[in-house]
């Protein structure tokens, strides 16, 4: 259904490696029994949309927007516009014309299609509240049985600095074999470790930054690289933080300051 439809249309986006033609997920808020129903449109539209070419990637189609399969996530569950790509605009837009973003589709592959099914399923995701007691992950983090944590952290990712508890655990973790994995619990933007002391100590126990990619998309494509048995855990971490299938932007676009010398001036103008 389309509760978990964004979780699987970022799955079938790492599975499906080298894709060449277009696949199509969509569904509707109200059944196509029902005489006013969005059912129609979204399947006849997916349906145009699955016969072009130009689409060579997991695709999901709602409300007349073509969103790609790994960057969406369902924002609304009464709205017909269940789906939103925070942070990528959709790949089509339908109106009187289709409104097409062909400079944000994926290139075509050059290998033939090659299908991983093996997926780790040990793994977990925790979002941080204000306040909770580090001892609740304590079991978890010890577990043998976790491989692999993705933690929804604060902004661009930072937690209490007073957690030291939490961040020696977080530490005998990643020394364990374990990979932590920080994104934000901002629907826009992304996570951009080290910029502040918060999120720096998170980087020296071994977590990496899921940058601006979906809960959805962090932990499919988490599961997707553990189930790899020819990948060790620090080559996890490695490919975690680059784009496989358009599900992350580039670094440097989450890390550009607004007013880049505003700093240095204000240190000239402080002569220091």
């Avoid at 599900?247 to 240190?267: C, D, I, Q, Y």
Wanted: with cysteine.
């Amino acid at each position: 259904g389309t509760d978990t439809m964004a979780y699987a249309a970022s799955a079938l986006s790492f599975m499906l490696e080298n894709l060449g033609k277009p696949v199509v997920f969509t569904g509707s808020q109200i059944p196509l029994c029902e005489a006013h129903n969005d059912a129609r449109r979204n399947i006849i539209a997916s349906i145009l949309f699955a016969g072009r070419d130009s689409y060579p990637e997991v695709l999901l189609f709602f409300d007349d927007k073509l969103l790609r399969g790994c960057r969406a996530t369902k924002t609304n569950t009464h709205g017909l516009g269940a789906f939103a790509s925070p942070n990528l605009a959709p790949l089509a837009t339908l109106g009187v014309t289709i409104a097409e973003r062909l400079d944000l589709v994926l290139p075509p592959p050059k290998a033939p299609l090659k299908v991983r099914v093996r997926v780790e399923t040990r793994i977990l995701v925790i979002r941080l509240v204000p306040g909770f007691d580090d001892a609740v992950l304590q079991i978890l983090l010890t577990s043998d049985s976790l491989k692999g944590l993705v933690l929804e952290l604060y902004g661009t990712g930072n937690m209490q600095t007073s957690k030291k508890g939490l961040l020696d655990m977080l530490a005998k973790a990643h020394e364990g074999g374990m990979v932590l994995v920080a994104t934000s619990q901002c629907a826009m933007g992304g996570v951009v470790l080290a910029k502040y002391a918060a999120s720096s100590a998170l980087v020296g126990v071994g977590v990496v930054s899921a940058g601006d990619m979906t809960t959805e998309a962090a932990s499919t494509k988490l599961g997707h690289l553990l189930g790899n048995p020819d990948l060790t855990p620090h080559q996890v971490r490695a490919l975690m933080g680059v784009t496989l299938r358009g599900e992350l932007s580039p670094p440097e676009e989450l890390a550009k300051p607004v007013f880049p010398n505003a700093f240095r001036l204000a240190g000239m103008l402080r002569g220091t």
